[in-house]
């Protein structure tokens, strides 16, 4: 079993900035097989994709409406994969889940919940206007 933990969540006015972390640990004694992914899920919304990262750190993929404005990145000495979060909308507002799935691939990614079997329990970001 993996767990996951994330942290640097809050509030902050449109433009500014967050780094959100997301610490495995548990079962896996390193997260260099694991690729990881980040969710978002606003009020009476459905949990959406924002960014994933393959296990060699190589490859990346973002929802279109962050691109430019967000970067995943991992440290796997350190267990850990950030989402770098700059020019903030209100519309960024919701809980972002951190996800991990185990792939024999270094190019994999994934860009949909179903592919992920670890999960988070959430940081809330919100933006101001």
């Known amino acids: 079993q993996v767990q996951l933990v994330e942290s640097g969540g809050g509030l902050v006015q449109a433009g500014g900035s967050l780094r959100l972390s997301c610490v495995a640990s548990?079962?896996?004694?390193?997260?260099?097989?694991?690729?990881m992914g980040w969710f978002r899920q606003a009020p009476e919304k459905e949990r959406e994709f924002v960014a994933t990262?393959?296990?060699?750190?190589?490859?990346?993929n973002y929802e279109d409406s962050v691109k430019g404005r967000f970067t995943i990145s991992r440290d796997s000495a350190k267990n850990t994969v950030y989402l770098q979060m700059n020019s903030l909308k209100p519309e960024d507002t919701a809980v972002y889940y951190c996800?991990?799935?185990?792939?024999?691939?270094?190019?994999?990614?994934?860009?949909?919940?179903?592919?992920?079997?670890?999960w988070g329990q959430g940081t809330q970001v919100t933006v101001s206007s």
């Open positions: 996800a991990a799935r185990y792939s024999y691939y270094s190019s994999t990614y994934y860009s949909t919940s179903n592919d992920y079997n670890y």
């Open positions: 548990g079962r896996t004694s390193s997260m260099g097989n694991y690729v």
């Open positions: 990262i393959s296990w060699s750190g190589v490859y990346t």
